[in-house]
């Protein structure tokens, strides 16, 4: 396949997690069947933006590219917060749901996490 073809095709898992948050986020509040645990919106949040931010930085960082990781990272984290400031936007015009700056948090964290994690690995490649 060339570069071209391939390019458009990195951006697919991205665009599937996409939306299955926007899916996610737009059941009204009284349909979420959550486990009585607290905090466990908040792990959801942190898993599910990390999966964001893990298929952003396979979408933006493609092998055959030269690229800034530093620059690579600042996207994908940036891209992160403003899809979940969207996100909760969204949710306050659903039924029983509202928006939480602590879901923010969350989303963010894991789209860090998962960013830190993603430029140890380079380093730990390029070292070798």
Not at 2 to 29: C, D, E, K
Request: overall charge positive; hydrophobic content about 50%; glycine content about 6%.
């Amino acid at each position: 396949m060339t570069r071209r073809l391939v390019a458009p095709l990195r951006m697919v898992p991205m665009t599937l997690i996409m939306g299955a948050i926007f899916i996610l986020s737009h059941q009204p509040g009284d349909s979420l069947d959550l486990p009585p645990l607290p905090g466990i919106d908040k792990l959801a949040h942190f898993m599910i933006y990390g999966m964001l931010a893990a298929a952003t930085l396979f979408a933006f960082s493609a092998p055959w590219k030269k690229s800034n990781c530093g620059r690579v990272v600042f996207i994908t984290t940036a891209f992160c917060l403003l899809y979940g400031v969207s996100d909760e936007i969204h949710q306050s015009f659903v039924p029983g749901r509202f928006p939480s700056s602590f879901d923010i948090l969350a989303d963010c964290c894991g789209a860090v996490l998962v960013c830190l994690l993603w430029l140890r690995c380079r380093a730990e490649k390029s070292a070798r």
